[in-house]
């Protein structure tokens, strides 16, 4: 008779709300990320010389680049929060905290080969 009440509990569990939320962030952080590296490698190949380090363009790209370092942080945080939730289910904690730390660790990765090379 427990083995049902426990598969009844587990039915009704509901997703994280943290966890979702953390899970739209690392897509919408990937698609971003993906623009950003995009629009960076479009200018760099465009312009003679490559792209100035002090333009407008690039400084702007730059910032963009490190705002969605930060918004990645904070899902990664609320998937965290969202993996310590009880009677939650964890799918969306655990993709939106592996897809956001692993984002975060590229950009960085590609801001410091980025450094090396100038």
Excluded: C
Excluded at 8 to 16: C, G, I, N, R, T
Excluded at 71 to 85: D, H
């Amino acid at each position: 008779m427990e083995l049902g009440k426990a598969t009844m509990e587990k039915a009704e569990a509901k997703h994280s709300r943290l966890g979702i939320a953390s899970f739209i962030i690392s897509i919408i952080g990937w698609i971003e990320s993906f623009m950003l590296l995009a629009v960076a490698g479009y200018y760099e190949a465009t312009r003679p010389g490559g792209m100035d380090e002090t333009s407008f363009t690039s400084i702007i790209i730059g910032l963009f680049l490190f705002l969605t370092i930060f918004i990645l942080l904070v899902g990664t945080g609320l998937g965290i929060a969202g993996l310590f939730q009880k009677d939650q289910k964890r799918i969306f904690p655990i993709l939106g905290t592996v897809l956001n730390s692993s984002l975060i660790v590229t950009l960085i990765s590609v801001i410091l080969v980025g450094l090396s090379a100038s």
